[in-house]
């Protein structure tokens, strides 16, 4: 038995806290050890968003906007597509070349080319969000649908179901864990395109805001606004992780 | 409903021939005739590869003939119809759900059904269906567990009560024993056997177990090789209600004996020995 300290329970549950504490003093101990404009301290990032609180909310809230409706819409467009896809050999062989393409291809590439479609920022920012997710999440749900059960489908297709209604009642639950699996890592994604496209082109939102502060040698303010980004992030990773551990749980309930 | 089907007549094959379209198709079945009778079970037996699974696809309307037709209570079967159950030898059920769940869902697909679940009372009572259902093949009290919480034998259990929960006319089954150990086997030819004599659907089982056949089956069609012809009819010696235990009397002894002669003499001549080579 290994009863060392480190391994009991309230221990463990302290950890992530411990770890943050630790990451915190080495941050403000750099700080410290360098000018402002470079790397501003714990304390310095933590005054910057007590000074502009509303400021940041702000553009907090008009990042998240665009992250959102690019993000959702390509969930629906995604799932469809993808769900499409798996029922047919034909369809899935044939884009599957070029989904891989467009997902292999560095989506910061497109945004100045974006830019001349879409010189409003709220726009590019949707189609930047929409076009980081949409081909991970395609390629998921396609690949999930496309593994459809022979002897489930025969059982199905006997009492005249159709392609549709085994897709909605096998492929599509069958693919909702790998979905919000893939929409977790696919919604953090999404903050790069709609930042992407701030940077490229806006008057307000983080991404705004960062290049701005960066410019101007605000540095902390820059540091204050990258905490807000962050947290906004986690905070729906977070919720996509539950759904996927929800929906998953099925595959689990082996005892 | 247009009234050409006669509710006497039960399922009949008429010269099925299936050849398996595309290059070098494989000619699976050649020329395929017998009836069951409503309401009756037969089986059907022959070598691993001669068309088996092929012929029930034809039954069931999941393939077209490629000659002959085959009807059902006299109505040409001309596709999927839902008065059709279906049960393989993977019980393959849907892990997100629990079993009475699984049972339930065929009534979602089809039509008839479909619009009696919109309503509260129509879902308790088809709830209740599956549940007596489930209570007749003795899973009672695994209603609520999932696919993963049960054993082999329970899900195949399922997946039989998921087969007949719409109450087709005929229920095909395609090895649903065969990958089961002995004893869960013959627990299981005495479930189905009693949901037969129960509901009296038409029973169209394929089998590799040869006493399974002639337990429960009153007739027995022994397919040659590929391409499939019916090498023989047979009947199990027995009448109905049958018993496990007539298995071992001698009559029956030498029955299974005289069909595992006839198949062994299929495997040994059949064209799908060069094929395979
Ligand atoms: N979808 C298909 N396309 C082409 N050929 C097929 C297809 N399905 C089956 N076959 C061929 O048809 C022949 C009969 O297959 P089938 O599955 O009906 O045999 P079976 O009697 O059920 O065999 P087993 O006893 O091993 O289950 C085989 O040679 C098989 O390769
Ligand atoms: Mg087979």
Same mark, same amino acid.
């Given at each position: 038995?290994?009863?060392?300290?480190?391994?009991?329970?309230?221990?463990?549950?302290?950890?992530?806290?411990?770890?943050?504490?630790?990451?915190?003093?080495?941050?403000?101990?750099?700080?410290?050890?360098?000018?402002?404009?470079?790397?501003?301290?714990?304390?310095?990032?933590?005054?910057?968003?007590?000074?502009?609180?509303?400021?940041?909310?702000?553009?907090?809230?008009?990042?998240?906007?665009?992250?959102?409706?690019?993000?959702?819409?390509?969930?629906?467009?995604?799932?469809?597509?993808?769900?499409?896809?798996?029922?047919?050999?034909?369809?899935?062989?044939?884009?599957?070349?070029?989904?891989?393409? *467009?997902?292999?291809?560095?989506?910061?590439?497109?945004?100045?080319?974006?830019?001349?479609?879409?010189?409003?920022?709220?726009?590019?920012?949707?189609?930047?969000?929409?076009?980081?997710? *949409?081909?991970?999440?395609?390629?998921?749900?396609?690949?999930?649908?496309?593994?459809?059960?022979?002897?489930?489908?025969?059982?199905?297709?006997?009492?005249?179901?159709?392609?549709?209604?085994?897709?909605?009642?096998?492929?599509?639950?069958?693919?909702?864990?790998?979905?919000?699996?893939?929409?977790?890592?696919?919604?953090?994604?999404?903050?790069?395109?709609?930042?992407?496209?701030?940077?490229?082109?806006?008057?307000?939102?983080?991404?705004? *805001?960062?290049?701005?502060?960066?410019?101007?040698?605000?540095?902390?303010?820059?540091?204050?606004?990258?905490?807000?980004?962050?947290?906004?992030?986690?905070?729906?990773?977070?919720? *996509?992780?539950?759904?996927?551990?929800?929906?998953?749980?099925?595959?689990?309930?082996?005892? | 409903?247009?009234?050409?089907?006669?509710?006497?007549?039960?399922?009949?094959?008429?010269?099925?021939?299936?050849?398996?379209?595309?290059?070098?198709?494989?000619?699976?079945?050649?020329?395929?005739?017998?009836?069951?009778?409503?309401?009756?079970?037969?089986?059907?037996?022959?070598?691993?590869?001669?068309?088996?699974?092929?012929?029930?696809?034809?039954?069931?309307?999941?393939?077209?003939?490629?000659?002959?037709?085959?009807?059902?209570?006299?109505?040409?079967?001309?596709?999927?119809?839902?008065?059709?159950?279906?049960?393989?030898?993977?019980?393959?059920?849907?892990?997100?759900?629990?079993?009475?769940?699984?049972? =339930?869902?065929? =009534?979602?697909?089809?039509?008839?059904?479909?619009?009696?679940?919109?309503?509260?009372?129509?879902?308790?009572?088809?709830?209740?269906?599956?549940?007596?259902?489930?209570? @007749?093949?003795?899973?009672?009290?695994?209603?609520?567990?999932?696919?993963?919480?049960?054993?082999?034998?329970?899900?195949?259990?399922?997946?039989?009560?998921?087969?007949?929960?719409?109450?087709?006319?005929?229920?095909?089954?395609?090895?649903?024993?065969?990958?089961?150990?002995?004893? @869960?086997?013959?627990?299981?030819?005495?479930?189905?056997?009693?949901?037969?004599?129960?509901?009296?659907? @038409?029973?169209?089982?394929? @089998?590799?177990?040869?006493?399974?056949?002639?337990? =429960?089956?009153?007739?027995?069609?022994?397919?040659?090789?590929?391409?499939?012809?019916?090498?023989?009819?047979?009947?199990?010696?027995?009448?109905?209600?049958?018993?496990?235990?007539? =298995?071992?009397?001698?009559?029956?002894?030498?029955?299974?004996?005289?069909?595992?002669?006839?198949?062994?003499?299929?495997?040994?001549?059949?064209?799908?020995?060069?094929?395979?080579?």
């Amino acid at each position: 038995m290994n009863s060392s300290i480190w391994n009991a329970r309230w221990m463990q549950a302290l950890s992530p806290i411990l770890f943050a504490l630790v990451f915190l003093g080495l941050w403000q101990l750099a700080g410290w050890l360098t000018p402002t404009y470079q790397l501003p301290t714990v304390v310095e990032t933590w005054n910057a968003m007590l000074q502009k609180p509303w400021v940041l909310l702000k553009h907090g809230l008009y990042t998240l906007w665009p992250t959102l409706i690019g993000f959702g819409v390509a969930i629906v467009v995604g799932v469809v597509m993808g769900l499409s896809m798996g029922m047919s050999k034909f369809v899935y062989q044939g884009a599957y070349p070029i989904l891989v393409f *467009f997902n292999a291809l560095p989506k910061v590439a497109i945004a100045p080319i974006l830019v001349l479609s879409f010189p409003s920022s709220f726009e590019l920012a949707v189609w930047m969000a929409f076009l980081i997710c *949409f081909f991970p999440i395609v390629v998921n749900v396609a690949t999930s649908a496309a593994t459809v059960d022979r002897e489930m489908e025969d059982v199905l297709r006997a009492l005249g179901a159709g392609k549709w209604t085994i897709a909605w009642k096998v492929s599509l639950p069958q693919a909702t864990p790998h979905i919000f699996g893939a929409l977790k890592i696919a919604v953090t994604l999404a903050f790069i395109g709609t930042i992407i496209a701030e940077q490229q082109n806006a008057n307000e939102g983080l991404g705004w *805001f960062i290049t701005v502060a960066s410019a101007n040698s605000q540095t902390a303010l820059g540091f204050a606004a990258l905490v807000v980004l962050g947290v906004e992030s986690v905070i729906l990773y977070a919720i *996509f992780a539950v759904m996927e551990a929800r929906t998953a749980r099925w595959a689990f309930r082996s005892h | 409903m247009q009234d050409d089907s006669d509710k006497t007549a039960g399922l009949s094959l008429q010269r099925v021939g299936l050849t398996y379209p595309g290059h070098g198709g494989v000619h699976a079945l050649d020329e395929i005739s017998f009836d069951v009778p409503e309401g009756d079970f037969v089986a059907v037996v022959g070598p691993s590869g001669c068309g088996k699974s092929s012929l029930m696809k034809l039954v069931s309307g999941l393939l077209p003939p490629t000659t002959g037709e085959v009807r059902n209570r006299g109505a040409l079967v001309a596709g999927p119809a839902d008065t059709v159950g279906m049960g393989f030898q993977n019980p393959s059920l849907l892990p997100w759900r629990s079993a009475i769940d699984n049972v =339930l869902l065929p =009534l979602e697909v089809v039509k008839r059904y479909r619009s009696e679940l919109r309503t509260k009372a129509g879902k308790a009572k088809h709830r209740a269906r599956a549940m007596h259902l489930l209570e @007749t093949v003795g899973l009672q009290d695994a209603a609520e567990l999932t696919p993963a919480q049960l054993s082999g034998g329970m899900r195949q259990r399922v997946s039989l009560c998921r087969a007949l929960i719409h109450e087709p006319s005929v229920l095909i089954l395609d090895e649903p024993f065969g990958a089961l150990d002995a004893f @869960t086997r013959e627990d299981l030819w005495g479930v189905l056997y009693r949901l037969w004599r129960e509901a009296q659907f @038409t029973c169209v089982l394929v @089998t590799h177990d040869l006493r399974e056949a002639s337990l =429960l089956a009153s007739k027995v069609v022994v397919l040659s090789n590929r391409p499939a012809n019916i090498m023989s009819i047979e009947t199990p010696p027995m009448g109905h209600p049958r018993n496990a235990d007539m =298995l071992y009397q001698p009559e029956m002894v030498a029955f299974v004996r005289g069909l595992r002669d006839q198949i062994g003499r299929a495997m040994a001549r059949g064209p799908a020995a060069e094929a395979s080579a």
